[in-house]
DNA sequence: GAAGTTAATGTTATATTATAACATTGTTGT
DNA sequence: ACAACAATGTTATAATATAACATTAACTTC
């Protein structure tokens, strides 16, 4: 059994001081385990679309990606950023953020989930933590009214709390 | 105490069987109300996006919007969806769907409220249900990281019964 | 390892969604 | 009537995303 304070620790390291290079390099890490395991490719393009992600925990949009790759390159037409993106996200190793059309690296690749994501109107970081579907209100509800829930879109905005500190209110 | 019965008959009649007509034209009539007591102007152009909001439950694109007030005599510029839309949404008479980019009317005009929608893949329908935020999981995991929340999005993509009874799984 | 097959990338063009900026008109309060 | 503000009209463009088709690379299977 997990304590509280693990609990927190593990999933939303985002806001907290922590050692982000590391944090990078394990999913990264993961990432390339995980395709191996799979047997899918992660080609120079997917490979660099996904560091530029895991670069900090700050989403990016398709076209900042875009051009990123531009500058390392990469050709630079829009079809590149999607098609990789699209392939990290059908892979779970990235997610879209829909209300602010970007994306984030997965924080946690290898266990299926449905994300939950708390978005900092301040600094712009993205923490992802997870749903409990199972027995969730919002199962039950589903269940109630017979409807069969495919996917799931959890995304919070407000303030980090170290943003709160820095401009209390 | 509210039934069961009763919960699941205020919250989800989008996926039910029901008399349409009466639904919109008393959720108009709760739109004119709300307007009226908070001094707000329901102009026509806003009240007509309201009308073809409220035509189903059924989410419209702004541009959806804008072709058919083309066809009522009304100008036609995508600002003139959009600053209608945004009033709308401002005022919690409608609201936005982040997943689809599109928008319904809302279904619960009163009451200050974080609402789920479950959008049916199929027959396009949306139902728009509530979030009991005080002490919800998502509600408890903010807290604990300090994280203050602004505003939530939940949105859930499935298939309604309605339409999983039509085309089995 | 040559030929066939599928997966991935390259490239051009365009579709879809949304906003900036500024001019004009309408409404409200004095 | 006038000022002040709210709403609408209008032009232009920004930002996001996909369609379609050509080319190249990788993986089979013989
Ligand atoms: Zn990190
Ligand atoms: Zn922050
Ligand atoms: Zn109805
Ligand atoms: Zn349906």
Redesign the pocket.
Known sequence: MKSKKDEIGSLAVTFREHDHAKCASLLLDAARDLCAERG??L????EKVLKLLLKSHAPL???DILAELSTSG??A????A???LDFLVENGLAHRIEKI?AFVACSQPHAKHSPIFMICNDCEQVAETSIKSQGSSLDRTARAIGFDIRHTVVEVEGLCAACRERAPL
């Open positions: 899918l490719r080609t120079p393009v997917r949009g398709a076209y990469f050709r037409q829009p079809p590149v999607y098609r990789a059309n």
